[in-house]
Nanobody
Framework: QVQLVESGGGLVQAGGSLRLSCAAS????????WGWFRQAPGKEREFVAA????????FYTYSVKGRFTISRDNAKNTVYLQMNSLKPEDTAVYYC??????????????????WGQGTQVTVSS
């Protein structure tokens, strides 16, 4: 079993930065792919970013490109999401997820096998 715990959310003014962390425990394999998703009130869960098992490939939804950076530290079983130049529309609950059998379709949330409980990010204008 794999457990994921997110941290680092909070309230920040527009233009500010936050760094989310996702610590994994349990049966973790370095070949997992990792993703960040978010869900705002009344909206569907949305893909934000993903990173391949090697860390050599990263993927972002268009609205966060150039502002967010996903990274991983396999030695620490931790994935990060550095969020800069935050906007009010980034307000959501952010979830990290692990894909045990990555197939290359990183943006589809149904492909992910394990999920964290989420961390709230609120950006004020």
């Amino acid at each position: 079993q794999v457990q994921l715990v997110e941290s680092g959310g909070g309230l920040v003014q527009a233009g500010g930065s936050l760094r989310l962390s996702c610590a994994a425990s349990g049966r973790i394999f370095s070949n997992y792919a990792w993703g960040w998703f978010r869900q705002a009130p009344g909206k569907e869960r949305e893909f934000v970013a993903a990173i391949s098992w090697s860390g050599g490939h990263t993927f972002y939804t268009y609205s966060v490109k150039g502002r967010f950076t996903i990274s991983r530290d396999n030695a620490k079983n931790t994935v990060y999401l550095q969020m800069n130049s935050l906007k009010p529309e980034d307000t959501a609950v952010y979830y990290c997820a692990a894909d045990e059998y990555p197939s290359g379709d990183y943006s589809d949330y149904v492909k992910y096998d394990y999920w964290g409980q989420g961390t709230q990010v609120t950006v004020s204008s």
